[in-house]
């Protein structure tokens, strides 16, 4: 059930934003090179390593300068990434990632290998669901970059604080998930990006 409401809602939304889409990644593409579109391996269900999309927000080679980013100070971001990043309209291609059945609507949003390694047995619970593009850890964290903006060690801060709390939040998903709690949080999502 959950797979076909995945399959609908991407194709629905793919169709219903694709005019944007393309204006978004002609923006992205026209005003820095590199390209309009990221790709990063991230940790799926079961362990199993995908390739995200995102529009690219960052100058080209950023991802070798650390894998935090610190909100409005970071200068890796480009004109065009402070705004998909606070609209959050970068994550907008992976409606394409949902359709492939990388992802979920909803569900423990994709880390990168380097902070899965660090999960501890109880947390790698949240890799027996398919990862989503909105979850319980993302509307409580919705601002995590200003978070980790006024951090004096960033990285530390989300080892240490932001990503332990994400994690208690994605097992609670886990434990809990229904298809009543996704539709909750999609307009849960739905609420905290349009009031913001």
Not at 22 to 42: D, E, K, M
Not at 85 to 94: A, H, N, S, V, Y
Not at 109 to 129: F, G, I, M, N
Request: aromatic share 6%.
């Amino acid at each position: 059930m959950k797979r076909l409401f995945d399959i609908a809602a991407s194709l629905l939304a793919l169709g219903l934003l694709s005019p944007l889409l393309l204006v978004l990644a002609a923006a992205v593409a026209i005003t820095s090179p590199g390209g309009a579109f990221f790709r990063q391996v991230r940790v799926g269900r079961n362990g199993r390593p995908f390739e995200l999309l995102k529009f690219r927000s960052m100058r080209p080679g950023s991802e070798a300068r650390g894998q935090i980013t610190v909100g409005e100070r970071d200068p890796r971001i480009t004109g065009v990434g402070h705004f998909l990043r606070r609209t959050k309209m970068d994550e907008l291609p992976q409606l394409i990632n949902i359709l492939k059945g990388d992802m979920s609507v909803v569900g423990p949003r994709p880390e990168v290998p380097k902070y899965v390694a660090l999960y501890t047995p109880e947390q790698r619970a949240v890799l027996s669901v398919r990862p989503g593009l909105s979850s319980l850890a993302s509307i409580a964290y919705i601002n995590e970059n200003e978070v980790l903006g006024r951090s004096k060690d960033p990285e530390r801060t989300y080892v240490e604080e932001v990503m332990p709390a994400k994690l208690a939040l994605d097992l609670q998903y886990v434990r809990e998930q229904s298809l009543w709690l996704d539709l909750s949080i999609i307009v849960r999502t739905a609420l905290r990006l349009f009031g913001r």
